[in-house]
C-alpha cells in the first residue's frame, strides 16, 4: 500500500501544520533525556527526521517501504539536509543499527530516542510481533533513552465503532486531489484500513483503492507490551501537544517509556 500511497503521501499531509504542532513536544520528550541521536522507526517521506536533523539532531529514518524511503530522500535533498534513511522493518533495527556488542549498552551507537509516530506500530498485528517489535526498540536505546510512540486512539475508535475519518484535499495549479479514508471492522478482531484516492487534472477523477490491515492497540495492550519488553517509566498522553490520555475523547494513544 505505501509504496503506492507515496508519491502522493505529502500531498495529503499539512506537513507545515503538522510539525508546528508536534515538534516542540518531541523535542520535550527527547531533551529530558539529553537526547541528541535519534531512530526515527516507520518515518515515511522522511518530514519528522529532516526537520529534527535541521535543529541539530542526529537522525536515522527507517521505513518498510522502497517508496517512502525514496521520497524521504529526495525531500532531505530537496532542502540540503543530510539524514541517513534506509529500508528496515520492525524487528531488524537493532541488527542493521547498532554495532554487535553496543546493543542494549551505552557505548557510541546506540540511539538516545526511537520515535515510532504516524499511527505506524498498529501495523504490526500480532502479540508477538508487537513484542519482537519493541524488544528491537529497546536494543536500539542506550540505557535511560526513550522510546516515543504515536497511534490513534483506538479505545475511542472501538467503543463508538468510528468507521471514517475526515476527508483530505489539495489543490495544486488544475490538479486536484481528494482521500476518503475508512475502516473494515474485521471478525478476527483486527481492522482493513482502506485509502480512496481521487485524482483529476481538468478532466475525470481517476479512482485508487489502497488497503492494508491493522491491529487496533488498545491503551492497556500497549502499556502491558511496553513493560514486558523492559521498558519503564511508561507515560501516556492524549495528543501530541502533551494533554492527558482520555480513552473516550482524545484523538491520539501518545505513549513514552525509558529503557
Known sequence: MYDDFSADYDRFVDWEGRLAAELPFIER???????RSV???????????????????????????EGMIERARANAAAVGVK??????????????????????????GAFDAVLCLGNSLPHVLTPEALHATLVD????????????????????????????MDPQARREGDREWLFLRFYDFDPDGLLTFNVVRLR?????????VMSTRIW?????ELVDALRAAGFTEITCWGDMQGMP???????????????
Open 29 to 35: 520528550v527527547v531533551g529530558r533525556v539529553g537526547g
Open 245 to 259: 490520555f482520555d480513552p473516550e475523547g482524545s484523538p491520539n494513544l501518545v505513549v513514552g517509556g525509558h529503557k
Open 216 to 220: 487496533p492497540q488498545r491503551q492497556a
Open 137 to 164: 526498540f529497546a536494543a536500539c536505546l542506550r540505557p535511560g533513552g526513550v522510546l516515543l510512540i504515536q497511534n490513534l486512539n483506538y479505545d475511542r475508535i472501538l467503543s463508538r465503532r468510528e468507521r471514517w
Open 39 to 65: 531512530l526515527d522507526a516507520a518515518c515515511g517521506t522522511g518530514m519528522h527526521a529532516i526537520a529534527l536533523a535541521q535543529r541539530g539532531y542526529e537522525v536515522v529514518g527507517t521505513d518498510a517501504s
Open 200 to 208: 483529476r487534472s481538468g478532466g475525470p477523477w481517476e479512482q485508487q
Open 83 to 108: 539524514v541517513r534513511f534506509e529500508v528496515a522493518g520492525f524487528g531488524e533495527l537493532a541488527r542493521r543499527f547498532v554495532a554487535p556488542g553496543r546493543r542494549g549498552g551505552g557505548e557510541a
